[in-house]
């Protein structure tokens, strides 16, 4: 099946520096991938919708400038925290849209990102 | 008003009970239907998936989604302790589209 690899699984970085989270499809390319942030015990809160060679989409109430995605191949996009602070902490995951196949569509999410930043 | 409901619980059964977990939404245009599990501080896994109003069953699972009343449900039939974890239920309006998501059920199967 589908697999989507995101790394790292977990960073710890100091407050004012950059955090890079890459997530990668495997064995499928992925026009569309999705960033979502979830809090403890909260459900996943999308982020953004990233699209291969175009600028990606931002949900309401996220910074652009902070949280930058790059979908540079269909097969890697990354987001970048950049100037991270405390209340950046929080779980990060990305889901990769692959072509239909059958009744299941194919949204696959990575294994997730613990940011804490100290 | 979300665009889906869902109860947070926390939902405690014992092992071999039957669960069952609902989600409601607003929007009559979502046509994709999908139930994920979450173990803690992982990615969700994909469940089930439905496409419009009906009914789909993979083994001790149940799907079942009523457009006209804007509820879904997921059934676990004989629950075991590996079952415990967070259920989210997601919809989207088109194929690819972005998912939105309930606020996540978090289920404990005690043995």
């Known amino acids: 099946g589908a697999v989507v690899s995101q790394h790292p699984s977990r960073v710890i970085c100091k407050s004012g520096t950059s955090v890079k989270i890459e997530c990668r499809s495997l064995?499928?390319?992925?026009?569309?991938m999705f960033w979502y942030r979830q809090f403890p015990k909260k459900s996943l809160m999308l982020m953004a919708t990233?699209?291969?060679?175009?600028?990606?989409?931002?949900e309401q109430g996220v910074e652009k400038d902070k949280f930058l995605i790059n979908h540079a191949s269909l097969t890697l996009s990354t987001l970048t925290v950049t100037s991270a602070h405390p209340e950046d902490s929080s779980f990060y995951i990305c889901s990769a849209v692959d072509s239909p196949r059958g009744s299941n569509y194919g949204y696959t999410f990575g294994s997730g990102t613990r940011l804490t930043v100290v | 008003q979300k665009e889906v409901e869902q109860d947070p619980g926390p939902l405690s059964v014992p092992e071999g009970a039957i669960v069952s977990l609902n989600c409601t939404y607003s929007?009559?245009?979502?046509?994709?239907f999908m139930w994920y599990r979450q173990y803690s501080r992982k990615g969700p896994e994909l469940l089930m998936y439905t496409y419009s109003s009906g009914n789909k069953e993979d083994g001790r699972f149940t799907a079942q989604v009523d457009k006209s009343s804007k509820y879904i449900s997921l059934f676990i039939r004989d629950s075991q302790p590996s079952d415990s974890a967070t259920y989210l239920c997601a919809m989207t309006y088109n194929q690819g589209g972005k998912l939105i998501f309930g606020q996540g059920t978090e289920l404990s199967v005690k043995p």
């Open positions: 990233s699209n291969e060679g175009s600028k990606a989409t931002y």
């Open positions: 064995d499928f390319q992925a026009t569309t």
């Open positions: 929007n009559s245009a979502f046509q994709y």
